[in-house]
C-alpha cells in the first residue's frame, strides 16, 4: 500500500489533503501540534507533535514514504500577519519545522517533499493598483515581501530547491493564494478574510451592519480547499517540474465585492461600515499561465460556488456556537 506523510494535518487545507489520499488508496501519517479542530482526521494514523523538535521529525519519516506534504506554519489571517506582534514566532517556528523537515527525509532516504508556500512571497511593489496586480511566478525578485510571513515562505522556497540542487530532491513549491472552504478557522483572530466575512454576515441581523477593514477597494483572489488540493497532487506527481508555481484563482474581486456575494448567498442587506485595520497589499491575484503551461490545468471553479458550501457551513458553526452560549 502507499504510503503518505501529511505534516500540519490538524490544519485546514491538510485536513482535506489527508482525506483525499485517503480516498485515494493511501496509508496516512497525519502529524500536527494539536487534534483537527472541526473533524475526525482521515489520517489512518495521527500524531501529535511539535515538529520545531528535530528528534521528533526524525521519528515520524519512514523510508518508504512515497509522499510527504509539509503544510505545517504558523499562520494566520491578515489580524495575525501584519499586526507586527507576532513576527518572530511566524519566522522561527516556520523555518525551524522546514529545516528540521529536510533535514530528517534526507537522512531517511525520502527524496520528495510537496511545500506549500504562499502568495505573500510577491513584492508589495508590483501589489499597489488593486485593479493591475503582478503575481506572476517571474515576478517574485528582486524580493519585497510585505511582511515577515512572507519572508519566512520566500526563504524556505529557497531552502527546499537548494536541496534539490545539492542533495539530488525533487522537491515541488507551491504559492497558495487565499485557500477557502469548510472545515477551516472562522473565528478568533487567525481566520482568513471569506471565513471572517461569513461569520460577520451569519452573525448580522437583516438591516444590519457589518465592519470592514479599510475603504473594502482591496482585491484579492480566493480557491476553493477541493481545487488546492487538485491542483497539489498535480504538481507533487508531475514528472519534472519542480515548481514555484502559483495554486490560485484568477477571478479578483474586492472585499466590497466579496462581501456582497457572501450577503447576497445568505439573503441579507447590510450596511458597509469601514473601519482601520490591517490590510496588506492593495491587490493581489493568481496568474495561471505557468500552472497552464507546465500541468496543463489551472483552476476554474466560479467563486460564488464555493462561498455557498463554506458559508453553509460558517453559519451552522456560528449557530451551535450561540446556542451553547445561551445555555
Known amino acids: 500500500m502507499k504510503k503518505a506523510l501529511v505534516c500540519g494535518a490538524g490544519g485546514f487545507i491538510g485536513g482535506h489533503l489527508a482525506r483525499r489520499l ?63 506582534d507576532n513576527d518572530a514566532d511566524i519566522m522561527h517556528n516556520s523555518a525551524t519545522i522546514n529545516l528540521n523537515m529536510l533535514d530528517a527525509c534526507l537522512n531517511k532516504g525520502v ?29 517574485a525578485y528582486p524580493a519585497a515581501p510585505d511582511s515577515e510571513y512572507g519572508w519566512e515562505k520566500l526563504f524556505s522556497e529557497r531552502l527546499y530547491l537548494a536541496y534539490n540542487r545539492n542533495h539530488g530532491m525533487q522537491n515541488r513549491v507551491a504559492r497558495y493564494h487565499n485557500i477557502f472552504g469548510p472545515m477551516g478557522t472562522w ?63 484568477d477571478e479578483m474581486v474586492s472585499i466590497n465585492q466579496l462581501v456582497d456575494m457572501v450577503c447576497t448567498i445568505a439573503g441579507k442587506t447590510l450596511n458597509k461600515v469601514h473601519i482601520d485595520g490591517p490590510l496588506g497589499v492593495r491587490g493581489r491575484n493568481s496568474d495561471n499561465s505557468l500552472i497552464a503551461e507546465k500541468l496543463g490545468w489551472a483552476p476554474c471553479q466560479p467563486l460564488r460556488a464555493g462561498l455557498e458550501s463554506t458559508y453553509s457551513w460558517i453559519r451552522q458553526q456560528v449557530e451551535i456556537s450561540n446556542s451553547a452560549a445561551t445555555h
Open 22 to 84: 485517503k480516498d485515494e488508496g493511501f496509508w496516512v501519517r497525519g502529524v500536527d501540534l494539536k487534534a483537527h479542530e472541526h473533524c475526525t482526521s482521515a489520517a489512518d494514523e495521527f500524531v501529535i507533535g511539535d515538529l520545531r523538535d528535530a528528534g521528533f521529525c526524525r521519528s515520524i519519516v519512514e523510508h518508504d514514504f512515497c509522499e510527504v506534504y509539509q503544510l505545517a506554519a504558523d499562520m494566520g489571517g491578515a489580524g495575525y500577519i501584519f499586526s507586527g
Open 187 to 249: 473565528d478568533g483572530g487567525k481566520e482568513k478574510v471569506p471565513a471572517a466575512i461569513c461569520r460577520k454576515v451569519a452573525s448580522a441581523l437583516d438591516d444590519g451592519a457589518i465592519e470592514i477593514w479599510g475603504d473594502g477597494q482591496q482585491t484579492r483572489s480566493f480557491l476553493h480547499v477541493d481545487e488546492c488540493i487538485e491542483g497539489s497532487l498535480r504538481l507533487m506527481r508531475s514528472a519534472n517540474f519542480e515548481g514555484p508555481v502559483n495554486i490560485g484563482s
Open 111 to 139: 527524496r520528495k517533499i510537496f511545500y506549500s508556500s504562499s502568495a505573500c512571497i510577491y513584492p508589495a511593489y508590483n501589489q499597489e493598483d488593486p485593479e493591475n496586480p503582478d503575481c506572476s511566478e517571474a515576478s
